[in-house]
């Protein structure tokens, strides 16, 4: 299986730049596209769907949030963090199955 | 809009069995696959598995074979998961979630299962 990595956690000032990172031990990418998806959890709700491969902006998300990375080094870029952006990040791969998601990054704010 | 609706919160004891449901809504069911997903605190987001739901053709994750049987009941926009042979290691959230070829999209609330004598 796939082993994503992300860090635990990061502490961001409100309305500065919060860059979340996950990092994969094989190439994600097949044909054009890096099969990397971003995900949003608070406390007591379902993930929510940010970015799918790598860099496209789900329906109904914000422009702060942004996606990119190729091969096997990816990042989620939120920029400007709100509060309402606590929550925890996860990262899921598609390239192979079973599809294996990161630990999760909780973003807290300073 | 689209929507997973789970089943409630299941207290079972080890050794027995729990049907959770995944009722749909918003869109066209069988366009699109729904995947399962557990969620402990230990072990983080597992992919289980998902199940085709025009064909009921299913992929099972290694780790959850014996485990976890998935079907679908298309008259009522339903997939359902039953998970067998329940443990205390099987107690966590449940998700099913709409799956687009390569990712999903849309999650159901989860569903929290316990097993505990």
């Known amino acids: 299986d796939i082993v994503l990595t992300q860090s635990p956690a990061l502490a961001v000032s409100l309305g500065q730049r919060a860059t979340i990172s996950c990092k994969t031990n094989q190439n994600v990418d097949y044909y054009g596209n890096s099969y990397m998806h971003w995900y949003q959890q608070k406390p007591g709700q379902q993930p929510k769907l940010l970015i799918y491969?790598?860099?496209n902006l789900a329906s109904g998300i914000p422009a702060r949030f942004s996606g990119r990375g190729s091969g096997t080094d990816f990042t989620l870029t939120i920029d400007p963090v709100e509060a309402d952006d606590t929550a925890t990040y996860y990262c899921q791969q598609s390239r192979n199955l079973p599809n294996t998601f990161g630990a999760g990054t909780k973003l807290e704010l300073k | 809009q689209v929507q997973l609706q789970q089943s409630g919160a299941e207290l079972a004891k080890p050794g027995s069995s729990v049907k959770i449901s995944c009722k749909a809504s918003g869109y066209t069911f069988t366009s699109y696959d729904i995947s399962w997903i557990k969620q402990t605190t230990g072990q983080g987001l597992e992919y289980i598995g998902y199940?085709?739901?025009?064909?009921?053709?299913?992929y099972y994750n290694e780790k959850f074979k014996g485990k976890a049987t998935l079907t679908v009941d298309k008259s009522s926009s339903t997939a359902f998961m039953q998970l067998s042979s329940l443990t205390p290691e099987d107690t966590a959230v449940y998700y099913c979630a709409r799956r687009l070829q390569w990712w999903v999209d849309y999650w159901g609330q989860g569903v929290m299962v316990t097993v505990s004598s």
């Open positions: 491969l790598a860099s």
């Open positions: 199940i085709n739901t025009g064909s009921g053709g299913t």
